[in-house]
């Protein structure tokens, strides 16, 4: 007896020996990583000095980080805005990094007019930051990247000064990691950012007079307030000194300005910034002369504002009774159906406890989401599987439930416990029901059903009574079958009759987790890396065989001490190659190919971003574009079915369409700000450009005759 049990622990420390040697390896260029340099040293200059900020120390391939070029000008002196005004020079950066990085335009704060003598400038007094998004390309192969700003600026009082330096930061490259020393910084950066918005404006030139209307009755409201003034954002349009004429009718705003002396060239559109004492916007107008000023509107058009409270409740509701299908929720619910059919007289409670955990749950996504929405963070519905943590933590909880529902453990009166029965202690029952519903949410997550679009669009840009109603009523939605059954006995006695056969019923349906477990692991692979992903099947490993002999344990009436520990010891383990996994560099996926003039190798696509279709619609292309995540089923089926198919294909080359695809599978402000222009919070979201007409949104659930109508119809 002896000897087996030596051999076994001699089996058992090899297994572990083995183990560990691998996280070493796979493990230690973690720690080989270069301390990050998320600031720059500051440059002095006459009257003013300078450095550059990195929100992230350690930043990943292929993703959207922001970086600040810092001003500091002396009391009494001044930087310029991007129209300087009658005198002095936009600030202007150019950037360096690796072939291949993706610097966008400068983030311009809220101007401030400076006169002097007769004469009007626009520009910044104090700490100004200027920010700019940025990413490098995918095939980076470094450990660390260093990117540079060279900065131009004009610093003025009665006297102007031009100054340069040329400023530097150092990045790691891995696991995103924000740099503290940074964060209150970037805080007072976006603060001094005025509100983005998307009110239709339009201008015209007659007799030497510029006219502006905007059509928003927020505009409206801001002229009424005092100190109300409109900064034109483009040079030698309009006469700076004068403050023009404003006029109100209904929701439209009339500014009317001198044409400027100096004007040569109309252009296409300039940006406008409204402020008051209490708000400033930014938006885009456009020329009444351009075939582009039919699209100012679009994305108006396209948002909910028109769509009604109650139909938009209706979209809630059928969107989150749609939810009850995915393969990933199906599972869970189909059991505690039929658990809450045979629960022998508290089916009302069961239901009703259900419900509670399905709408709390909701209303908790949501408050999280539209706090650090108001905190200024760009984040849209699904931003929780965003994060590798979570998607991580998620493998781990679909793996735990698979083995649950194959029988290797019990845990029934845990979250685990997704229905296999009812305890008919009225406490006991009432907890098992509440986290079925919790875990049924968290599930539920990635799929965002059809309907769900609209309804979380419109909710998000609602005050948070609203916004907090509709998320209720999605999650009365998820929860409706339960109510149907828990409150009319005529449904639940349609259900088969407990017996021999709900346990084979149950172990089929571990099958559906396991397949969601590859899903997930695909994700995170694609989010974090080869290496990562190899830590992950380790720890699973780990976590499969802690719940293997807890199960063995659960046989016995007394398991032993050495036993009970032997559980706590793959656990451990289990937690520590998780965190070894999510602290791993991110690595090129196998599907990172390389790009020939914007177009991926291999594919008819071409990378999304604002700037390439400005580009494109500024050359009269027709576009269609597609935002996707890898973890959002709804967008992955549509891929497969209708759009990487040869009918499609043809179709775009046929009609010269341009595909961009732009991937929010991690966090993206620009792809969130798109979606917002289209009153949508989340993916799947495809929007069809053909020139001279505006933007049509295309439906949720794509087949390739949908998108062939779609296409031939414009």
């Not at 990094?97 to 311009?108: K, L, M, N, V």
Request: charged share 10%; proline share 5%.
């Amino acid at each position: 007896m002896m000897s087996m049990m030596e051999t076994y622990v001699r089996s058992l420390g090899l297994y572990l020996l083995v183990t560990l040697s691998a996280l070493v390896v796979l493990g230690a260029n973690t720690t080989a990583m270069a301390a990050p340099q998320s600031q720059s040293e500051w440059v002095q200059q006459p009257h003013l000095e300078a450095r550059l900020l990195s929100e992230f120390s350690t930043i990943s391939r292929g993703h959207l980080y922001t970086l600040a070029v810092q001003l500091e000008p002396e009391a009494g002196w001044h930087t310029y805005w991007m129209n300087p005004g009658d005198s002095g020079l936009a600030t202007q950066i150019q950037w360096q990094g690796p072939e291949g990085s993706y610097f966008d335009a400068i983030q311009w704060p809220i101007a401030e007019k400076f006169n002097i003598g007769p004469l009007s400038n626009y520009g910044f007094e104090g700490t100004t930051y200027l920010l700019t998004d940025f990413s490098i390309p995918q095939n980076y192969e470094g450990s660390e990247v260093t990117l540079t700003a060279q900065v131009d600026w004009l610093v003025c009082e009665e006297i102007c000064i031009p100054g340069s330096a040329e400023l530097s930061v150092t990045l790691a490259i891995g696991m995103p990691n924000p740099a503290s020393e940074n964060t209150a910084h970037f805080s007072t950066a976006r603060a001094q950012l005025p509100e983005l918005v998307a009110w239709p404006a339009q201008f015209d030139i007659q007799d030497r007079q510029v006219t502006i209307v905007v059509k928003s009755a927020d505009a409206v409201a801001m002229a009424s307030e005092a100190g109300f003034y409109g900064f034109v954002g483009a040079t030698e349009l309009v006469e700076h000194a004068e403050t023009g004429q404003i006029d109100t009718a209904d929701d439209m705003l009339v500014l009317r300005r001198t044409l400027n002396t100096y004007n040569s060239e109309t252009p296409d559109s300039f940006a406008l910034q409204l402020t008051h004492p209490n708000r400033s916007v930014e938006l885009r107008v456009s020329s009444a002369q351009q075939p582009e000023a039919v699209d100012a509107a679009a994305p108006a058009a396209a948002s909910t504002g028109d769509v009604s409270f109650g139909l938009v409740l209706i979209f809630a509701f059928l969107g989150g009774l749609i939810l009850n299908l995915m393969p990933c929720v199906f599972p869970v619910l189909s059991l505690k159906a039929m658990a809450v059919a045979n629960s022998h007289g508290n089916e009302k409670r069961e239901a009703l406890w259900y419900t509670a955990g399905v709408v709390v749950t909701f209303l908790v996504f949501a408050g999280l989401l539209l706090a650090l929405r108001a905190a200024g963070q760009a984040l849209g519905w699904g931003f929780q599987l965003q994060n590798p943590w979570l998607i991580a933590a998620l493998v781990f909880l679909f793996v735990a439930i698979g083995l649950n529902l194959s029988g290797v453990f019990q845990m029934a009166t845990r979250l685990m416990s997704v229905g296999q029965g009812i305890d008919t202690h009225t406490g006991a029952g009432a907890k098992k029901s509440f986290a079925t519903g919790i875990l049924a949410v968290i599930v539920a997550s990635p799929c965002t059903a059809p309907f769900m679009g609209v309804a979380l669009g419109y909710a998000i840009t609602q005050p948070p009574a609203i916004a907090l109603l509709v998320f209720a009523v999605l999650g009365l939605g998820l929860a409706a079958p339960f109510l149907l059954i828990g409150f009319i006995p005529a449904i639940a006695r349609l259900l088969p009759k407990p017996g021999a056969w709900m346990d084979t019923f149950k172990q089929w349906m571990a099958f559906p987790m396991y397949l969601t477990t590859v899903w997930l692991l695909w994700v995170f692979g694609r989010q974090t890396g080869i290496d990562a992903l190899t830590l992950l099947l380790i720890a699973l490993v780990f976590l499969a065989t802690a719940l293997w002999w807890l199960g063995k344990l659960q046989l016995r009436s007394q398991p032993g001490l050495f036993s009970r520990i032997l559980v706590w010891v793959f656990l451990l383990l289990t937690a520590l190659t998780y965190y070894s996994a999510l602290n791993m560099p991110s690595q090129p996926t196998a599907s990172s190919n390389g790009t020939e003039n914007g177009q991926v190798s291999g594919q008819n696509w071409q990378p999304w971003s604002a700037d390439k279709l400005a580009e494109l619609r500024a050359n009269n292309e027709t576009v269609f574009v597609n935002m996707t995540a890898d973890w959002c089923i709804t967008c992955l089926a549509n891929e497969r079915v209708a759009l990487n198919v040869d009918a499609t294909r043809t179709l775009f080359a046929e009609n010269d369409i341009v595909y961009l695809k732009g991937d929010w599978t991690r966090q993206d402000p620009a792809i969130t700000e798109y979606l917002a222009q289209y009153g949508r919070n989340g993916v799947p979201l495809y929007v069809l450009y053909v020139p001279g007409e505006a933007p049509k949104v295309l439906p949720q659930i794509l087949t390739p005759a949908i998108v062939r109508e779609q296409v031939l119809s414009q």
